[in-house]
């Protein structure tokens, strides 16, 4: 019989911590908020994940980066469940997760709908180029006063 290694599902969490969002490699899937639960059910370990949006090219990939990250660690028997309800929203990124954006260039999302600042020189001037940036879930920005473009994460 081969032996599991059973991990408190707060050593889970630590270890999924370590597992990027592949779109945004500074930000964990943790502080992302696609981890939505980890449970033990016996000898298999269930992390149900939930995607930013429906049909995220990236779960995939983040499926198998956690998978890895758990292997490494002598978790074999993961079962990954993708829950689509309650849909993924912007209020499940961390504090820690919001400051890791804004210091990698990416606004964090505001519920006024437009970033406050602009994560660069972190003047209030900015202004809305596009809807549309570099994923599907950010909008582009310009600072008018640094006049540097940068990403804002939408609110969904």
């Known amino acids: 019989m081969v032996a599991v290694t059973k991990l408190s599902t707060q050593e889970v969490w630590a270890l999924l911590d370590k597992v990027p969002d592949p779109e945004i490699p500074v930000i964990s899937v943790v502080d992302l908020g ?29 499926a198998l980066d956690i998978k890895t990250e758990l292997a490494k660690n002598g978790l074999e028997n ?24 804004e210091e990698y260039g990416i606004a964090p999302p505001q519920v006024s709908g437009g970033p406050q600042r602009c994560p660069n020189c972190k003047s209030a001037h900015v202004k809305k180029i596009s809807q549309f940036g570099s994923t599907p879930c950010k909008a582009q920005w310009q600072c008018v006063d640094c006049l540097e473009p940068f990403d804002y994460f939408k609110c969904i």
Do not use: F
């Open 78 to 101: 993961v079962h990954l469940k993708t829950q689509i309800a309650p849909a993924w929203t912007t209020d499940w990124l961390s504090a820690k997760g919001r400051a890791k954006l």
């Open 34 to 62: 696609v981890i939505r639960d980890v449970q033990w059910n016996g000898n298999t370990l269930n992390v149900t994940i939930t995607p930013t949006y429906s049909g995220c090219p990236a779960m995939s990939v983040i």
